[in-house]
């Protein structure tokens, strides 16, 4: 089992920005794969960025160059770096953690065995 918490999510004005923290306990001596999703109202769940064990690092489209991704292995803690925030990054913000294939880029939520409770990110206009 692995817990996951986040945190760091609040109401912020567009252009701003805001740091998400995800910090695991549990079944963290093995390797991982972890990434952020999001889901705004009426909406599915999104990917929105990946890093893997190895470090390599995706996001979507809609993100890359504002979002980054960072971890402190030591601390078992993902960090989602979030600038020139909009209107429309407005959502719950999750963070979930996958075993399987943990060197590969995986976009698709079921790929993710563990997830966080979520926090709520609003970027006002």
């Known amino acids: 089992q692995v817990q996951l918490v986040e945190s760091g999510g609040g109401l912020v004005q567009a252009g701003g920005s805001l740091r998400l923290s995800c910090a695991a306990s549990?079944?963290?001596?093995?390797?991982?794969?972890m990434a952020w999703f999001r889901q705004a109202p009426e909406k599915e769940r999104e990917f929105v960025g990946v890093i893997t064990w190895t470090g390599n690092r995706d996001y979507v489209d809609s993100v890359k160059g504002r979002f980054t991704i960072s971890r402190d292995i030591a601390k078992n803690t993902v960090y989602l770096q979030m600038n020139t925030l909009k209107p429309e990054d407005t959502a719950v913000y999750y963070c979930?953690?996958?075993?399987?294939?943990?060197?590969?880029?995986?976009?698709?939520?079921?790929?993710?065995?563990?997830w966080g409770q979520g926090t709520q990110v609003i970027v006002s206009s």
């Open positions: 549990g079944r963290t001596t093995s390797r991982y794969r």
């Open positions: 979930a953690v996958g075993f399987s294939n943990f060197r590969n880029i995986l976009t698709d939520a079921r790929d993710y065995d563990f």
